[in-house]
Every structure is written in structure tokens, then in C-alpha cells.
């Protein structure tokens, strides 16, 4: 399945070193971090009038002043419509959008104010509130500087952006918005650099967990070398975060379903800009997923011959062809209706609870960590991957047998 391409270790490669500018940059956790704390510093530290801000975002792309200056004014209108909210890990809501943009703009080679304008406001139908007239009143000047064409243009993305339905599963919602063909593919580069940012959004770290960890060498060890005295973490276990391990996974979820979603729906391989963010997300979700286990066997699950077994179940599942498809519970193995079970709720207390079920059961983590693994590892070595049962209209998972 991984080797199906015929060239998987090159194709990691070119991933990995995807142009001047980008390449680690896109998924790498220290770049991240980072990133983060320069825009943070300038949030912090200097007026948004400074224009640094916008310099930070363009790096060295060239956009015309005049807009640069509407670039300013929507940057400004974000102060004051997020204030000073702040996100679930803590660090100020506005950094989401900014990064985001941030993102998208070094993917691109060249950058154009609809794209940079469509990520900054991609959550504003949904985080701001129309009922405050003074900022309505402002948000209606930044759209009046727009051309008219790419002021329709705008607001059909932001609506289509939007959660709409009360009740819409992730799956229906990305369905919904690649169903528009004429703004296809405008949306998905936007989509793409959201999820990018929200994927490395996960963890408040001082470096990546993963820095100096062979992940690959521990497993092939684990398997293969019966001297092997297994990874032992040099820091303390971390503090508790907001977000826990079985709430990344379900981000990764929502990962395989766009991706899957645009394999299917979105013809991406003339926008490079797309195509950068797409293996950018398959690549990062599966450093989360490596960092997930290593921290289980590091301080939760430390028998060797424990994860051994784990590793061997989850092995199997995923060459027997788990993973290439959306399956029942009645299919036998633990992972199986993993996705239906646990993460396909249109009911967010539902799927809480259900996630409190998997954070408490660590051995399931670990094995639903390898089988994403192997998914986003497939995504990235075969053009034509994605999860069979993950559909426009919603989850279908296939019976037994």
C-alpha cells in the first residue's frame, strides 16, 4: 500500500524540501513556534498602524500600497473585533487568522489581496457577531475599498467557509464547500492554510517534542531488537494542556476527511500554493501522531513487551487494509468504527465524551496514532489515497467482510 507510488523515500523527500522558502517551514513545530511569537510580540508590543504586521505576512511577495493599506484595515478591523479573546490553548484568537495568512502567503510564489483578505476574515461569519453596528459599519468600509468583483468574490468564500447547518458533521460541512466548482479551488487554499495553523496549533511547547527523537529508528527497535531498552523521555511529563492527546487525534480526523475530501472533489496539481499546503498538513498530522505515541511509551505505557503488542495489532490492521477505508465496530478489531464511533458526531457533548473514553484508554491512542500514521503516510506516497467511506454527503462506513 505505502510502496504503491514506487518512489515513497524520494517523495518524502522532494516534500520535505519543497522550495526556497517554504519547505520545513510549512510543517516543522520549532518554525511554528516560532513564527508564533514574533506575530505575538508585534500583537503585544506595537500598534497594527506600525505596518509590521503586514510585513511580516508579505515577507518579500510584492503586493501593491494601496493594498497593503486595505491588507492594514482589515488587520486593524480584526483588533477590535477579537479584542482581546483568546484561544483554548490561551494565546490571543486574532494570532489564528494572521498566522494563517502567514501560511498561505509563503506557500504561494506570487500573493493577491482576495487570498490574503479570505484567510484573515475566514472565521468572521462565524467568531464576530453582525449585531455590533459599529464594527458591521467597519467591516462594510474594508469591503467598499474592494473591487466590486472580488468583493462578491469574498463573500461568497466567507459563506462558504461559514458552518452553516446546526447539527452538520465535519465531513458534510468540507463536502458542502467543495461543492461550489466555481470558487473550488479559491477555498480549498484558504481551507488548506486554516487547518495547517489549527494542526500546529495544538501544543504551547518550548521546542517540538519530537526534536532528537528518531521516531521511525524506536519502532523498527521495538520490533526487531530484542535488546532494545526502549525511549526514555529526558524532561519531566508536561504540564496538562487544554487540549489532550484523544482531542489531536480528533483534529487528525478532521485532517483525513479534507484531505480524503479533496482527492476526491478537487483537482489541486495546478495550484502550487494548494499542493504546498496539502503534503504541508499530511506531514505535520503525522509528526502529531508520532509525537502522541512517543509520549505514551515514554511516560504512560513503558512495558516493552506492552508496546510491542500494541505495535504488532495496530501492524496488522493497517496490512490487512484498516486504514484504507471508514469501518463498522462489528469488523472485530479495536480500531475498527474508531471514526464512526468516536469522532463523527454532529453532537459536540457526544463526541467529548466520547473522547474522554479514548484519553483514558492509552493503548487504543497509541494504535489509533500508527493507523494515521499509515494513512497520511499513504496520502503522501500515492497520488490516488484516500479513506474509502469518507464522502461529500457524510461518513458511510462499509460492513464486515
Not at 35 to 55: D, E, F, K, T
Not at 112 to 136: F, G, I, Q, T, Y
Not at 212 to 232: E, K, M, P, T
Amino acid at each position: 500500500m505505502l510502496w504503491k507510488s514506487g518512489n515513497f523515500c524520494g517523495r518524502i523527500g522532494i516534500v520535505a524540501n519543497n522550495r526556497v522558502g517554504w519547505g520545513m517551514e510549512a510543517y516543522d513545530l520549532d518554525a511554528f513556534l516560532r513564527l508564533s511569537a514574533v506575530l505575538n510580540y508585534q500583537l503585544s508590543a506595537v500598534s497594527l498602524g506600525s505596518g509590521n504586521i503586514v510585513a511580516l505576512l508579505l515577507e518579500e511577495k510584492q503586493l501593491s500600497q494601496d493594498d497593503k493599506n486595505i491588507l492594514l484595515a482589515g488587520l486593524k478591523y480584526l483588533g477590535r473585533a477579537y479584542g482581546r479573546k483568546r484561544r483554548r490553548l490561551g494565546p490571543l484568537a486574532i494570532l489564528h487568522p494572521i498566522r494563517a495568512t502567514a501560511l498561505l502567503a509563503r506557500a504561494a510564489e506570487q500573493v493577491n489581496l482576495l487570498d490574503l483578505l479570505a484567510e484573515l476574515l475566514h472565521d468572521k461569519l462565524e467568531d464576530v457577531s453582525a449585531d455590533d453596528r459599529s464594527l458591521e459599519e467597519e467591516f462594510q468600509a474594508l469591503l467598499e475599498r474592494v473591487n466590486p468583483t472580488d468583493r462578491r468574490c469574498l463573500m461568497e468564500r466567507l459563506e462558504l467557509l461559514k458552518r452553516h447547518e446546526e447539527g452538520q458533521t465535519y465531513c458534510q460541512y468540507i463536502g458542502r464547500m467543495l461543492g461550489r466548482e466555481e470558487q473550488r479551488p479559491d477555498v480549498v487554499r484558504v481551507k488548506l492554510a486554516d487547518r495547517l495553523d489549527n494542526t500546529l496549533d495544538m501544543r504551547v511547547d518550548i521546542h517540538d517534542p519530537l526534536k532528537g527523537v528518531d521516531f521511525f529508528s524506536h519502532i523498527f527497535q521495538l520490533l526487531f531488537v530484542g535488546a532494545y531498552a526502549g525511549y526514555r523521555p529526558t524532561l519531566d511529563h508536561p504540564p496538562k494542556s487544554p487540549i489532550n492527546g484523544a482531542q489531536r487525534l480528533y483534529e487528525l480526523f478532521k485532517n483525513t476527511v479534507l484531505l480524503s475530501l479533496i482527492r476526491q472533489k478537487a483537482d489541486i496539481s495546478g495550484d502550487a500554493a494548494a499542493a504546498r499546503l496539502f503534503e504541508a498538513i499530511a506531514v505535520a498530522s503525522m509528526k502529531e501522531a508520532q509525537r502522541t505515541v512517543m509520549h505514551i511509551f515514554g511516560y504512560h505505557i513503558t512495558d516493552i513487551s506492552e508496546q510491542k503488542r500494541i505495535l504488532e495489532d495496530a501492524m496488522a490492521y493497517c496490512l490487512e487494509g484498516g486504514v484504507d477505508i471508514v469501518s463498522t465496530p462489528t469488523r472485530g478489531h479495536r480500531l475498527d468504527g474508531l471514526f464512526v464511533g468516536c469522532f463523527d458526531h454532529h453532537d459536540s457533548t457526544v463526541r467529548a465524551k466520547q473522547l474522554r473514553l479514548l484519553y483514558k484508554d492509552k493503548s487504543l491512542m497509541v494504535e489509533a496514532s500508527i493507523a494515521f500514521i499509515v494513512i497520511f503516510l499513504s496520502i503522501l506516497g500515492d497520488e490516488t489515497y484516500y479513506v474509502r467511506g469518507i464522502t461529500p454527503e457524510g461518513i458511510r462506513p462499509e460492513p464486515a467482510g
